[in-house]
């Protein structure tokens, strides 16, 4: 059984940072391709950035610059710090196991995500 466990959500002024913490039990942690994604109301669930198991990443066009993934095979644990936040960065932020194939493919179950408000 694979539990994502997504933390570190909240509401901040733009312009603020907030770190994000996914707690990942699975097996052979530091083997895996991670990713987060977010999901506005309304909108379809979108992919931020991505970290490989070389610590290798990519990011959307819209957070680079402003967002870093980072992760912790010790711990178990990936990250995504945020900073210089905007309002339309206001989202449900999950996060995901994920293969690559011409793109990359969730294939973890997904959590309850955190909650991401950006104050205007």
């Known amino acids: 059984q694979v539990q994502l466990v997504e933390s570190g959500g909240g509401l901040v002024q733009a312009g603020g940072s907030l770190k994000l913490s996914c707690a990942a039990s699975v097996t052979s942690f530091s083997t895996r391709d991670m990713a987060w994604y977010r999901q506005a109301p309304g909108k379809q669930r979108e992919l931020v950035a991505t970290?490989?198991?070389?610590?290798?990443?990519s990011y959307a066009d819209s957070v680079k610059g402003r967002f870093t993934i980072s992760r912790d095979n010790a711990k178990n644990l990936m990250y995504l710090q945020m900073n210089s936040l905007k309002p339309e960065d206001t989202a449900v932020y999950f996060c995901?196991?994920?293969?690559?194939?011409?793109?990359?493919?969730?294939?973890?179950?997904w959590g309850q995500g955190t909650q991401v408000t950006v104050s205007s």
């Open positions: 995901n196991l994920i293969i690559w194939r011409a793109q990359p493919i969730p294939f973890g179950p």
């Open positions: 970290i490989k198991s070389g610590s290798s990443t």
